[in-house]
């Protein structure tokens, strides 16, 4: 997957019923729409039916039309173009963007953004340390996160609002 062009709006999950839909396994809000052509594998396939929540949607593809096609596909990625993609408000980024940036306190290293997590109250950077430690859980806000430099791939944190010793 080029990263450019490409977002991952999920993993086709458990089926749903008989006529082809299933659950999507974590769900990227905004990027599952009914009718918006996504890849799946190598084929680009329409979405022709989307029920649920953001937070556990049911899609059925075209072409899927029985239990089995469901399963066929049970764990492959969903992605979504970049192009045809929301516009981001300031200060928003997609998962995508923001996992293998580096994670700096001022001229200390800390270490990578493994993922991005949703959590109930915020999401966070889940860090994991250059040191080999444990890893970081980072919220996204602004007290915690000082800066994001998508082009340098760069994420400039605040270790002390975080209760640790900057290095």
Do not use: K, N, Y
């Amino acid at each position: 997957m080029d990263p450019r062009r490409w977002l991952r709006a999920g993993a086709v999950g458990s089926p749903h019923g008989l006529d082809g839909s299933f659950h999507v396994a974590q769900p990227v809000a905004g990027l599952l729409v009914l009718g918006e052509e996504i890849r799946v594998g190598e084929q680009e396939l329409r979405i022709e039916r989307r029920a649920g929540t953001d937070r556990r949607p049911i899609v059925r593809l075209e072409g899927c039309s029985v239990r089995a096609d469901a399963l066929a596909l049970r764990g492959e990625q969903l992605l979504v173009a970049r192009l045809r993609a929301p516009e981001l408000e300031p200060d928003e980024w997609w998962a995508d963007d923001l996992e293998g940036c580096a994670v700096r306190d001022g001229a200390a290293e800390v270490g990578r953004v493994r993922r991005l997590l949703a959590l109930p109250s915020c999401e966070v950077l889940e860090v994991e340390r250059a040191d080999g430690g444990a890893d970081l859980l980072v919220p996204l806000v602004r007290d915690a996160v000082r800066a994001v430099d998508i082009d340098r791939r760069e994420i400039e944190i605040d270790l002390e609002f975080l209760g640790e010793e900057p290095g």
